[in-house]
């Protein structure tokens, strides 16, 4: 069997550290990268995998600067000529306590969550091999956002769940444009848009945006590229403040079963769930 070429973001720490982990134990053979905000503490990510006997590369990169996401790609092609895992972990959430406005909440978080999400994948795509796994981290939250848009906007909600087709790339992203602008201006409420609910809306960006990328592969089926959105769980983690009850290697569980599936799955544009896909509805 030959090697595979695996890129994970936001690697350093948290549930994309557990991820590189189970890939690193599952897979020796494999080449795995991570990717870290800080060299720094890629490096001490490194280290510490390297103690348990286990090899990673983890890759200085930043979802708000393109260009370090540029590098990435042309150091995975010189080196490799592509990649045939990529898993988006990297996100970010203010803390509950946090005092900043609604309007600084949904610009910061969904330029990170779901516009850097997609900076990437619009910069990793080109080179992603056939037959390669692409998972995008969720949140039960996703589901728990869609459910109120579906009170609040009937119509919104109608066009977020259609399957045939699902909404496009641009479709999603204009829709999470008009959100962040309708908080800045206010008006959310009115426009059909839940109240403080900054990272629950970028899931279902994320989770909306899986769903469109396994939709334009599907024109090229034969390449057999697989796309599906992962929810890791409540995990003990510096974003859930440590109040998760889950460990970083549980949470690991359902990307990395997404990012392994077998040739020619049937699991495909789906939002996934220990190992189960949730209905989207």
């Keep these: 069997m030959r090697t595979h070429y695996i890129l ?8 994309g550290y557990g991820i590189v982990r189970r890939l690193c134990n599952e897979h020796p053979d494999w080449t795995i990268y991570g990717t870290s905000r800080s060299a720094a503490n890629g490096e ?3 280290k510490k ?4 006997g286990l090899k990673a590369e983890f890759l200085e990169a930043d979802l708000t600067k393109p260009e370090t996401f540029a590098a ?3 150091k995975l092609t010189k080196d490799h000529g592509g990649l045939d895992i990529l898993i988006n972990n990297a996100g970010m959430a203010f803390k509950n306590a946090s005092t900043d406005p609604y309007a600084v909440k949904a610009e910061v978080t ?11 994948c619009d910069t990793l795509f080109p080179i992603l091999k056939d037959g390669a796994r692409v998972v ?25 769940i259609k399957n045939d087709p699902p909404l496009t790339r641009t479709e999603v992203l204009q829709a999470m444009t008009d959100f962040v602008s309708a908080v800045k201006a206010g008006d959310f409420a009115e426009k059909g848009w839940p109240d403080d609910e900054a990272y ?65 799955t049937e699991i495909r544009g789906q939002h996934v769930s220990k190992r189960q896909i949730v209905k989207w509805e």
């Design 110 to 120: 969904l330029a990170t969550n779901v516009f850097g999400t997609n900076m990437v």
């Design 200 to 264: 629950s809306v970028s899931k279902l960006g994320d989770t909306l945006l899986a769903r469109a990328y396994q939709q334009e592969f599907n024109s090229v089926s034969e390449r057999d590229i697989v796309v599906n959105a992962a929810c890791p769980g409540y995990v003990m983690t510096s974003m859930s403040s440590h109040k998760g009850h889950l460990t970083i290697d549980e949470g690991a569980d359902t990307p990395y079963y997404l990012a392994v599936l077998p040739p020619n």
């Design 44 to 46: 001490e990510a490194a």
């Design 136 to 160: 995008v981290l969720s949140s039960m939250r996703a589901p728990m956002s869609l459910h109120k848009v579906k009170k609040l906007n009937p119509e919104r909600y109608a066009s977020f």
């Design 72 to 74: 990435v790609k042309e």
């Design 49 to 52: 995998l390297q103690s348990e």
């Design 8 to 15: 994970v973001t936001g690697a350093n720490q948290g549930i």
